[in-house]
């Protein structure tokens, strides 16, 4: 993911260009285009370590909302510690995930998640498309 720290990068959602900016939430594209980006200076890496840092009082709200929903409708799933630490890894969040309890495992990856979802949610409102008027027609 990257954070565009200069200018402005038109970025391809696959249904329009939209405009981001510095003042825009972090984002990812295809690994090259990131690293373009990142080497001219636009951009930054953002790692979902920094994402959850960012975004911990929303997570922190969204996971308590979440497992308050699910206590009494889901059964408890077994998931291995290196599963855990897979999955933690993939995350690209930093530390090391051998040292730590299943529970800070899960914990961080829950707040990684939810910071993620948070950030796909706002790209998917940035994506709705320009509505025009008859007023709005072509001038000539």
């Known amino acids: 993911m990257?954070?565009?720290?200069?200018?402005?990068?038109?970025?391809n959602?696959?249904?329009?260009?939209?405009?981001?900016t510095?003042?825009?939430?972090?984002?990812?594209?295809?690994?090259?285009?990131?690293?373009?980006?990142?080497?001219?200076?636009?951009?930054?890496?953002?790692?979902a370590e920094k994402l959850v840092e960012d975004h911990a009082e929303e997570a922190e709200t969204d996971a308590e909302v979440v497992e308050t929903?699910?206590?009494d409708t889901t059964a408890p799933v077994e998931v291995s510690k290196e599963e855990l630490i897979a999955e933690y890894k993939s995350l690209g969040l930093g530390g090391n995930p051998a040292v730590m309890k299943e529970e800070t495992l899960i914990k961080k990856i829950n707040e990684a998640k939810a910071a993620l979802e948070?950030?796909?949610?706002?790209?998917?409102?940035?994506e709705?498309?320009?509505s025009f008027d008859e007023v709005d027609g072509v001038e000539g």
């Open 69 to 71: 929903q699910n206590e």
């Open 22 to 47: 510095s003042k825009d939430e972090p984002f990812a594209c295809d690994k090259a285009t990131e690293k373009r980006l990142v080497s001219l200076g636009i951009a930054e890496y953002v790692t």
């Open 2 to 11: 990257i954070k565009i720290v200069h200018g402005v990068f038109g970025y």
């Open 128 to 130: 709705d498309a320009p």
């Open 13 to 20: 959602n696959g249904k329009s260009i939209i405009p981001k």
């Open 118 to 126: 948070e950030i796909a949610e706002e790209a998917e409102a940035d």
